[in-house]
């Protein structure tokens, strides 16, 4: 693992040199080629008061990335956006932690597929270290499609809903 | 003298500490008649308050003798902004309705909800939480952090620790923390804290931190199904704790974290949090609501986030779910429950 670092850190350096514009951003660029060349599922980087940590969703078994790691998932997010009419938006998650969409267990759920949302509805309470963040869906419109089920860990915008606009 | 009228009243009662005031006092003191005094009694009697009545003698308040007034707790008050404003009440559904539903009217940060009383106190997704009149500290915070909602999640522990050390400072016990949220006593549960705010992608404007702790509860208060589970720090110091006094050191410690942690610093906190959480260097079982994860709690992450070594060696780091230290009793029936008093009882 020191070895791999030490090769990064030249990367990095390189980098840097090169583009003087966001030289964080060119070291996770750099840090994700290197996971994808070494099929790498998980990597830490720290250097001088920055730490970056990159973990791969799939087989992770819901295990949460490290606070830093949001450039994988958005990324991710951008890609499916294009394949989709601009009438149907998702409702991403803000942090990592346990999806629910009841507000207990014997509660029923806040959204239903099918179900009218309005800006302040609420649709699910994501939870990080009991702290309970509902979730509002913001536009007024149509639950199409939950793609968690109650219960499951989600990821930092991660898409937990998707909404047709009314 | 209409609205505030028994919050007055209850004010001048508790002043007597236990001594009796006549009905006469008290309608001259605050010029109304004998008849308006004792409908304002028969109030405050219904909300929850235990007024003794006693013939050529008066009234006097015996529980709670530390009611929770504004005022009250205002004299014990060191910090700069949280608490500065505080609204009580005898009976509420849940401190943290009332503090959404001020949030909704406008309200600012620091201002703090408290109840002697709430007839459905909640924990985590629902569960239920005791909380018998004028015996405990039933509160919400109202907090606008403005940070990430990735540091907002840190505000729980900040809390819990927050609240160890008000106790720590007034009552002379030292609770531990069991990650993320709880304080415990003598392996029974003392406080927890629950924080309730609505999702924003990039800035927390609103959150409600919610606290609950039993202070004078004796045994008998709690229901028998947290009987064996709950403790209060009267049950376990012999000692009465003034509530209010209580209150205002968690407020004091807990503004000293939150300013720092609002600029990210989390270090103080958490260096006194490694020394207090009981769950580090134990064996763990963490219960999420699809998979379990077995292992030994052997740190505290730098985002809080509790971190689990599974037999393989590989380090989790866990930010959801029901911690359960191995050999600590889970949902116990009735039998094993009075098994454990007894064996307890032989323990000591």
Known sequence: MTAKKKVIK???????????????LVVVEDIISI??????????????????????????GGVAPVASASVVPVAKAESAKQERPSNLVPIISPMVGTFYRAPSPEAAPFAEVG?????????????????MNEIKAEVNGRIVKIFLENGQPVEYGQEMFLVEKI | MQKAAGEKILELLAAQAGAYVSGQALAQRFKVSRTFIWKQLAKLRDAGYKISSARKKGYCLLRPVDPLLPRLITEHLRTRKLGRKIVCYPLVTSTMDVAAELIAKGEREGTVVAAESQLRGRGRQGREWSSAHGMGLWLSVILEPRVSPLLASRLTLTAASAMAEAVEAVCDVSPQVKWPNDLYLDGRKLAGVLTEMSGEMDIVRHLVLGMGINVNSKAAEFPSTLRNQATSIYMVTGRHTDRRVLLAA??????????RL???????????????????GRKVVVKRPRQELKGVAVNLGEDGALIVRRRDGVEERVYCGDVIIDGERQTP???RRMSNVESRKHGR
């Open chain 2, 250 to 259: 968690f407020l004091r410690y807990f503004e000293r974290y939150y300013s």
């Open chain 1, 115 to 131: 179900g009218e949302v309005k800006p302040d509805s609420v649709v699910c309470i994501v939870e990080a270290m009991k702290l």
């Open chain 2, 333 to 335: 029936n009735v039998k």
């Open chain 1, 10 to 24: 030249k990367r990095a350096v390189k980098a840097e040199k090169k583009k003087a514009g966001n030289p964080d």
């Open chain 2, 262 to 280: 609002k600029k990210g610093d989390l270090q103080g906190m958490l260096a006194g949090w490694r020394q207090r959480e009981m769950t580090l």
């Open chain 1, 35 to 60: 996971m994808d060349k070494a099929g790498l599922v998980e990597i830490e980087y720290e250097r001088k008061g920055l730490f970056i940590g990159l973990r791969r969703s799939e087989g992770g």
